[in-house]
């Protein structure tokens, strides 16, 4: 197929695709209302996501950054920051997704910066988030590969970079089929900078055929998460680092539903060597927090629940934190941090950078997805910065070692943190400097 031929098809995708967005829309509605119904979406500022705004718009150039969710919105953070102290001409548009992200990154911003639920791909939605907000140029972090979004953009003659970029293997063994390849190419072609996490994504992009010439590196975006532990809850984060004073303590971060049973059973094997134990277990979702502790109040346990500010007294044998949004600083309370996400199927793990960067020992298990890239990277640097384990058996071994040898424990906590440092160093500078290049220099001279 040539490339007018291309182009062609990948034009006639595209109008299939708004044709059977603007179609569904009205379902898109119920849905939403369903999903607000169920607290999965802001009880009063949902109508956000059909683009509609609730704060105004201010004058001069406006500059819009868009991620999902938290991960990839706590990721922008140091480049919004960056883009503040630099660039004070520039307004800047902040959304996101999820009202997770919401309650968390609405008190990280600077000031100044505007915050709202990002629109839904939808016709109309997006129509009237870019006429309302006409934003000069749009960043957008990771995967949010939106056709509406993109190809609407381009047409009103809006910038469009993508940062952290990043495709599933499942989304690149879609896209990359010759029904879909050329809608996803003719999209990449209106991006004016395209900044994957890794060597290998890049080199999926270049296979969905991303135009070479924007193809450009600057490490990934979350080893730059500022790890402040003062920006935390600092005296409930002292008190609690008071109480596990002379106890051995580990953490379980990220875990989804399933995998606190490999957390439980390692949790068994190991107290009967360490009485004093306390296990931390900080879910994914608090929900899910509150859950294990209701089970294992259930069985005896004494549990403290983060969400109830309960202290660790003697006999607590598990913290469960079930909020949302301290995790980075929380990493401090333990020298052992193992990261879910990873140790079942279909998982495809977290970041474990903050954990690194907090100077713990960084253990997960096999199931890490897209996050190999960064398991991989700080194993070169140093083979001992991140153990990998397969269950339970693995788990609770690698754990009594780190127990029973503190000079093992202090070298893998110092391995991570200096992978982590000589993986961050310049990263924020680097994509300021290519979103500097190849977007906001256009923007200044339009």
């Known amino acids: 197929m040539d490339a007018t031929a291309a182009r062609n098809r990948g034009m006639l995708l595209y109008k299939i695709y708004r ?66 102290e630099c660039r004070p001409d520039l307004s800047i548009l902040m959304t996101t997704t999820t009202l997770s992200a919401f309650e968390v990154i609405k008190n ?45 953009s381009s047409r009103k003659g809006i910038l469009l970079a993508l940062l952290n970029a990043r495709v599933s293997m499942k989304s690149f063994r879609l896209w990359s089929q010759p029904v879909l390849l050329p809608l996803i190419s003719l999209m990449l072609s209106k991006f004016s900078l395209i900044i994957p996490l890794s060597t290998l994504q890049a080199i999926h992009f270049q296979i969905l055929q991303a135009p070479p010439a924007i193809i450009n590196f600057s490490g990934d975006l979350k080893y730059a998460v500022e790890y402040d532990a003062s920006n935390g809850e600092t005296g409930s984060i002292d ?39 306390v296990t931390i277990i900080v879910p994914r979702y608090g929900q899910h927090g509150q859950d294990i502790a209701q089970e294992l109040q259930k069985e005896g346990n004494i549990v403290a629940l983060r969400s109830q500010r309960q202290r660790i007294v003697p006999g607590t044998q598990f913290y469960v934190v079930d909020t949302i949004g301290e995790l980075r600083h929380l990493y401090g309370l333990s020298p052992i941090a193992v990261i879910g996400g990873s140790f079942l199927p279909g998982l495809a793990g977290h970041n474990i950078s903050e954990a690194a960067a907090a100077g713990c020992a960084v253990l997960t298990g096999y199931h890490v997805g897209h996050f190999l890239h960064m398991v991989k990277e700080m194993q070169a640097l140093n083979p001992l910065s991140v153990m990998q384990v397969s269950g339970t058996l693995e788990l609770q071994g690698a754990i009594m070692k780190l127990f029973g040898d503190p000079k093992v424990l202090e070298a893998r906590r110092m391995a991570a943190k200096q992978a982590f440092c000589a993986l961050s160093t310049d990263i924020i500078s680097n994509v300021w400097n290519h979103l500097n290049f190849y977007i906001l220099e256009t923007v200044a001279r339009k």
């Open 239 to 277: 008190d609690l680092k008071g109480e596990l004073t002379h106890r051995q303590v580990w953490m379980a971060a990220s875990i989804h539903r399933g995998e606190e049973q490999v957390v439980l059973e390692a949790h068994e094997a190991l107290i009967q060597k360490y009485p004093d134990l």
């Open 108 to 152: 990280q911003l600077p000031n100044g910066v505007l915050y709202q639920f990002s629109p839904l791909d939808t016709p109309a939605a997006v129509d009237n988030f870019l006429d309302y907000w006409k934003p000069n140029a749009i960043v957008i972090l990771e995967s949010e590969l939106w056709p509406n979004l993109i190809m609407g």
């Open 19 to 84: 044709a059977f967005t603007y179609a569904v829309t009205p379902l898109v509605r119920l849905h939403m209302q369903w999903r607000r119904l169920l607290g999965l979406e802001h009880p009063n500022r949902w109508p956000e996501r059909f683009g509609w705004p609730s704060v105004p718009r201010p004058s001069g150039r406006l500059l819009w950054f868009h991620a999902v969710s938290l991960g990839e919105g706590m990721a922008a953070i140091p480049v919004i920051k960056r883009c503040v």
